[in-house]
């Protein structure tokens, strides 16, 4: 089902509701349908919008899609958004990935979780999610909007969670991922043996009071979920990687000298391909840049203003061929 608006179309054929899959299924062309022709507008607007459905799981499943105009359809990059609690609509305005990918005209989208939050915890709903997230990606492929090779995905907060589990279980299904102020829940790592050198881009605040740096115990809204370090996630994707013991830290510019926070991109050494942490020295839990994060205020620790996230994860998704 596409939603444009608040009002749902629905298909009727000869006066009879069609079945929920074939609904679903003529839905979704419908959604492909209307935002390419919006896409090939002249309009001044960059962008086509609109919400499909898929069946998943054994049920229906939304997202948020965006359509860019400047490629052609099988030439797409596909960047997956995973959000944190933030509504979909709110995050495409303050995030920014949206405006730094504009010139490259990828697909986006925006899966919409169940109940407002990704599963946090092992068990049936985190694999529900993960195979929710398979199979979006299946429907789009299949659908010829995007290149196969170029699908990255994105998870924040809560979103990285599920954003590392199928990291893990996945990874011949992306071309690369990033995570922002999460970490590698501790229940996955030790089975978590990327098939393959998977790029990843790390976004973390040293002094994060939800999901630690160091690991331990992260304190979300529905409970607390064991999470290893920073460093212990880095060293299981630069293992699969191949890269060296030995890693390159770069000082970004410090542009804002009082916001308490100095940030830190530090490379790993030697890899097959790139695996990266932007440590925030000193930062919370925060997404460095001009937005903040869900829910920032003075309990969630120090906010960095000197890097901008959105750029430096389309930048690393440039190199990657996005």
Same mark, same amino acid.
């Given at each position: 089902?596409?939603?444009? =608006?608040?009002?749902?179309?629905?298909?009727?054929?000869? #006066?009879?509701?069609?079945?929920?899959?074939?609904?679903?299924?003529?839905?979704?062309?419908?959604?492909?349908?209307?935002? @390419?022709?919006?896409?090939?507008?002249?309009?001044?607007?960059?962008?086509?919008?609109?919400?499909?459905?898929?069946?998943?799981?054994?049920?229906?499943?939304?997202?948020?899609?965006?359509?860019?105009?400047?490629?052609?359809?099988?030439?797409?990059?596909?960047?997956?958004?995973?959000?944190?609690?933030?509504?979909?609509?709110?995050? %495409? %305005?303050?995030?920014?990935?949206?405006?730094?990918?504009?010139?490259? +005209?990828?697909? $986006?989208?925006?899966?919409?979780?169940?109940?407002?939050?990704?599963?946090?915890?092992? =068990?049936?709903?985190?694999?529900?999610?993960? @195979?929710?997230?398979?199979?979006?990606?299946?429907?789009?492929?299949?659908?010829?909007?995007?290149?196969?090779?170029?699908?990255?995905?994105?998870?924040?907060?809560? !979103?990285?969670?599920?954003?590392?589990?199928?990291?893990?279980?996945?990874?011949?299904?992306?071309?690369?991922?990033?995570?922002?102020?999460?970490?590698?829940?501790?229940?996955?790592?030790?089975?978590?043996?990327?098939? %393959?050198?998977?790029?990843?881009?790390?976004?973390?605040?040293?002094?994060?009071?939800?999901?630690?740096?160091?690991? +331990?115990?992260?304190? $979300?809204?529905? !409970?607390?979920?064991?999470?290893?370090?920073?460093?212990?996630?880095?060293?299981?994707? #630069?293992?699969?990687?191949?890269?060296?013991?030995?890693?390159?830290?770069?000082?970004?510019?410090? %542009?804002?000298?009082?916001?308490?926070?100095?940030?830190?991109?530090?490379?790993?050494? #030697?890899?097959?391909?790139?695996?990266?942490?932007?440590?925030?020295?000193?930062?919370?839990?925060?997404?460095? !840049?001009?937005?903040?994060?869900? +829910?920032?205020?003075?309990?969630? !620790? $120090?906010?960095?203003?000197?890097?901008?996230?959105?750029? $430096?994860?389309?930048?690393?998704?440039?190199?990657? =061929?996005?």
């Amino acid at each position: 089902m596409i939603v444009r =608006g608040d009002e749902p179309f629905r298909d009727h054929r000869g #006066g009879r509701r069609l079945s929920t899959l074939a609904a679903a299924r003529a839905a979704t062309w419908l959604a492909l349908a209307l935002l @390419t022709m919006l896409a090939a507008s002249p309009q001044p607007a960059s962008a086509a919008s609109g919400r499909i459905s898929i069946e998943s799981g054994g049920m229906t499943r939304t997202a948020i899609l965006i359509l860019h105009h400047r490629l052609k359809q099988a030439r797409r990059p596909l960047v997956i958004v995973l959000r944190s609690r933030e509504k979909g609509p709110r995050l %495409r %305005r303050v995030f920014g990935l949206e405006e730094m990918a504009r010139s490259a +005209g990828p697909v $986006l989208v925006y899966p919409d979780p169940i109940g407002g939050h990704w599963s946090e915890t092992p =068990g049936p709903e985190a694999t529900r999610d993960a @195979t929710f997230i398979r199979d979006l990606v299946a429907k789009i492929v299949s659908d010829g909007i995007v290149d196969r090779r170029k699908v990255f995905l994105v998870g924040i907060s809560n !979103g990285g969670f599920t954003t590392f589990r199928l990291a893990c279980d996945n990874a011949s299904l992306f071309a690369g991922v990033a995570t922002l102020i999460t970490a590698l829940p501790a229940y996955l790592a030790p089975t978590c043996k990327p098939s %393959r050198p998977l790029p990843l881009l790390m976004i973390v605040g040293s002094a994060d009071p939800v999901i630690p740096y160091a690991g +331990g115990k992260a304190a $979300l809204p529905d !409970g607390k979920i064991d999470v290893v370090s920073a460093d212990a996630a880095l060293a299981i994707f #630069g293992k699969a990687a191949g890269c060296g013991e030995s890693r390159t830290t770069t000082a970004m510019p410090d %542009r804002d000298t009082r916001d308490g926070t100095r940030a830190y991109l530090d490379k790993l050494n #030697g890899c097959k391909v790139p695996v990266e942490v932007l440590r925030v020295e000193g930062g919370g839990h925060s997404v460095p !840049g001009h937005w903040a994060g869900i +829910g920032s205020d003075t309990s969630r !620790g $120090l906010h960095n203003n000197d890097v901008e996230s959105a750029r $430096l994860i389309w930048d690393f998704f440039s190199r990657l =061929g996005g």
